[in-house]
């Protein structure tokens, strides 16, 4: 009983170190805003944003992956979970990243003023 409590414990404390690197280089990134991710841009959207993008996901997946003990399943069940999850995420930043732009190109050049 005692190794598995150690072991748990391990676990949780892996989790919050992985959880809490990823969240602390976000938030780094967020104050420090390098010119050269700042002002790179990649498909319409700067290197910067794309990392906090990819972070979050990342911070997602492992988020399901020990918190619904999904590591602990067979693989089939496993992207049964995930798969759908990765596609809505992607289809929601490509929502994203359309909209925002059309909005973007609206505002920019026209009479039109930022009310919200």
Known sequence: MAHSHESNVKRIWTVFGLL???TIV???LGIVKPDFLFKTDLLKLNL????FIILTVVKAYYIMWAFMHLEGEKANFRWTIVAPLVFLI???VFILLMEGNYVYDVFHGSHYKWIF
């Open 20 to 22: 809490s690197v990823i």
């Open 48 to 51: 910067l944003n794309w990392i």
């Open 26 to 28: 976000e938030v780094a």
């Open 90 to 92: 992607i289809y929601l």
